[in-house]
C-alpha cells in the first residue's frame, strides 16, 4: 500500500516570493509522482509528473518538482508566485506495476497568495 | 482537449434516497475513477474501471456501487444516501499506468 503525506495543510504566501510545497510518500514498489492543482469550484489539474529521467521535472505555470529517492520526497516549488497561484495543491503517487493506474493523494496543500 | 463532463455541479437529495451520479469522458479512456474529497482528507479513491463492466473497490467502497455499460460512461450509486456522504464528488478517466488522470468539475452532493 501507499501512504502520501503533505507536511503543510495551509501556505500563506506574498505575491512575487517563492513558495516551497513539500511531499512525502511511502510505497514498497516504485511510483510514478504526480502534483495536481484544484482551483475554486473546479476539478484538479496536472501540473507535473515524474515517470523516470532527470529527477528535476518542470511543468506548467512555472512550477517544478524534484524527487528525492533517498528520502521519498517529491517537492513543489516555484521561485516568484502569482495571485492567480490561490488554490490547493495535491501531491499523488501511482505505482508503476499496478493495473488500473490508481492514484493516492495526499491531503492537499491550500496556498494563499497575498498582494 | 480531454473532456471529464459530470452531470450536476449541485445537487440536493434526502436520507435514504438512492442517488446517481453520471460521467462522461470523449478519450476513449480505458480507466476511469470515483473519488470523494473531503476538507484535510484529501481526495479518496471509492470505485474504479479499468474496462467496460469490470469494476474494482477503492479504499472507501462502502455504501456505494458503479455500473459501466459503456466504455464513456461510469456510474457512481449511493443505494440509500445518508448524511455522512455529503461531499464533493470527482470522476476521472485515463489511459495506462503512469499516464496523467483526467477530472471533471465535481458535484457538490448534499444529503438532508
Known amino acids: 500500500a501507499q501512504s502520501v503525506t503533505q507536511l503543510d495543510s495551509q501556505v500563506p504566501v506574498f505575491e512575487e516570493a517563492p513558495v516551497e510545497l513539500r511531499c512525502n510518500y511511502s510505497?514498497?514498489?516504485?511510483?510514478?509522482l504526480f502534483w495536481y492543482v484544484q482551483y475554486p469550484n473546479q476539478g484538479l489539474q496536472l501540473l507535473l509528473k515524474?515517470?523516470?529521467?532527470?529527477?528535476l521535472v518542470k511543468g506548467i505555470n512555472g512550477f517544478e518538482a524534484e524527487f528525492n529517492k533517498s528520502q521519498t520526497s517529491f517537492h513543489l516549488r516555484k521561485p516568484s508566485v502569482h495571485i492567480s497561484d490561490t488554490a490547493e495543491y495535491f501531491c499523488?503517487?501511482?505505482?508503476?506495476?499496478?493495473?488500473?493506474?490508481?492514484?493516492?493523494f495526499g491531503g492537499g496543500t491550500r496556498v494563499l497568495v497575498k498582494p | 482537449d480531454v473532456k471529464v463532463t459530470q452531470s450536476s455541479r449541485y445537487l440536493v437529495k434526502r436520507t435514504g434516497e438512492k442517488v446517481f451520479l453520471e460521467c462522461v469522458q470523449d478519450?476513449?479512456?480505458?480507466?476511469m475513477f470515483w473519488y470523494r474529497q473531503d476538507p484535510g482528507l484529501g481526495l479518496r479513491l471509492i470505485y474504479f474501471?479499468?474496462?467496460?463492466?469490470?469494476?474494482e473497490k477503492g479504499d472507501i467502497p462502502e455504501g456505494y456501487s458503479v455500473s459501466r455499460e459503456k466504455k464513456e460512461r461510469f456510474s457512481l450509486i449511493l443505494e440509500s444516501a445518508s448524511t455522512n456522504q455529503t461531499s464533493m464528488y470527482l470522476c476521472?478517466?485515463?489511459?495506462?499506468?503512469?499516464?496523467?488522470?483526467?477530472f471533471g468539475d465535481g458535484t457538490r452532493l448534499s444529503i438532508l
Open positions: 478519450m476513449d479512456h480505458e480507466n
Open positions: 476521472a478517466s485515463s489511459f495506462d499506468r503512469g499516464q496523467p488522470q483526467h
Open positions: 499523488a503517487v501511482n505505482p508503476i506495476k499496478a493495473a488500473g493506474n490508481k492514484l493516492t
Open positions: 515524474y515517470l523516470s529521467g532527470s529527477t
Open positions: 474501471s479499468y474496462d467496460v463492466k469490470m469494476k
Open positions: 510505497s514498497s514498489v516504485s511510483v510514478y
